[in-house]
């Protein structure tokens, strides 16, 4: 076997249980930014509204 042909094994640089701990703490922080950024509550019900509405006839004399 020659050098390079050993594979080294790098040390992790970040932990299982710390990677996560920061996924769970993003979902937590994203459901509250969201919750708080949602807006205001709808309105309380139905509304209606009357308007006239203009009726226009149309008559075409017969053919003799």
Known sequence: ???GSRRR??????TLALALALA???????I???YSAR???PPGG???EDR??????VTVPAEP
């Open 1 to 3: 076997m020659t050098a």
């Open 9 to 14: 094994r790098r040390p992790r640089k970040i």
């Open 24 to 30: 769970a703490l993003a979902l937590v922080a994203g």
């Open 32 to 34: 509250l930014l969201g």
């Open 39 to 41: 807006g205001d509550s």
């Open 46 to 48: 139905m509304l209606t």
């Open 52 to 57: 006239s509405v203009p009726v226009v006839t």
